[in-house]
C-alpha cells in the first residue's frame, strides 16, 4: 500500500541513511508521482553514489555512462567513489563533439521526442568496454532505452544498471540495482 508522511503531500525516501520527502506533483488527470531531484543535494547525492558503489563492488565494468541531465552528479559522485571515469550523453550536438553517434527517445518529462548524442571522443573511450548506465530514476524506461540503443551502436557491453530509484511496477525492472522503489499515486477523479 502506498502512503505519503506527515509533510502533507509528500512521500518519505531514505537512502543510505539520508532522509528526504519528495514532493507529489500530479502528471496526469488521475496520477501523481514522487519527484526526486538531486541537482544541488550533494548529502543525497553522496549517500546514494557511497551505496550503489557498495551494490556494485563485485561487478567488473570500465566506465559509468549517464544522460544529460539531472543524474550527472550522481554519475560524477559515483566516478570519484569507484575510481572509474564516466561519459555523459548529450541532448544537443555541438560541433565539437565531431562524429557523434545519436538516438531518438520520447522524453516522460516534456512527452516530445527527444535526442542523446554520444560524441566521438567519448565512443573511443567505450567501444569494446564493460559499461554501467547511470539515471536517477527509472521510471518508464525511455532513457534507459535509448542508452542502450547508442551502447550498441558503440560497440561497448552493459555490465549493470543502476539508479536512486525505481517507479512504478517493481517487475518491471529485476535487472535494475537501485536503492529504493518509488509507487505511483493514483487520484481520483
Request: glycine share 4%.
Amino acid at each position: 500500500m502506498t502512503h505519503t508522511d506527515r509533510h502533507s503531500n509528500t512521500y518519505p525516501l531514505n537512502i543510505n541513511g539520508v532522509q528526504r520527502h519528495l514532493p507529489l506533483v500530479k502528471v496526469q488527470p488521475d496520477l501523481a508521482i514522487a519527484v526526486l531531484n538531486i541537482l544541488g543535494d550533494t548529502e543525497l547525492t553522496e549517500a546514494a553514489a557511497h551505496a550503489l558503489n557498495e551494490r556494485m563492488a563485485h561487478i567488473s565494468y570500465d566506465t559509468i555512462v549517464t544522460a544529460e541531465a539531472k543524474s550527472i552528479p550522481l554519475a560524477y559522485a559515483l566516478s570519484v567513489h569507484s575510481g572509474r571515469p564516466y561519459i555523459v550523453l548529450r541532448k544537443h550536438y555541438k560541433s565539437y563533439m565531431g562524429e557523434a553517434l545519436s538516438t531518438e527517445t520520447l522524453s516522460i518529462t516534456t512527452g516530445k521526442p527527444q535526442t542523446l548524442f554520444l560524441d566521438a571522443k567519448d565512443h573511443a573511450a567505450v567501444s569494446g568496454k564493460q559499461v554501467v548506465l547511470v539515471d536517477d530514476v527509472v521510471s518508464t524506461g525511455s532513457t534507459l532505452t535509448a542508452m542502450r540503443a547508442l551502447m550498441a551502436q558503440a560497440e561497448a557491453k552493459i555490465a549493470a544498471v543502476a539508479a536512486i530509484c525505481t517507479e512504478g511496477d517493481t517487475a518491471q525492472w529485476p535487472e535494475v540495482i537501485a536503492l529504493a522503489h518509488l509507487p505511483l499515486f493514483p487520484l481520483s477523479a
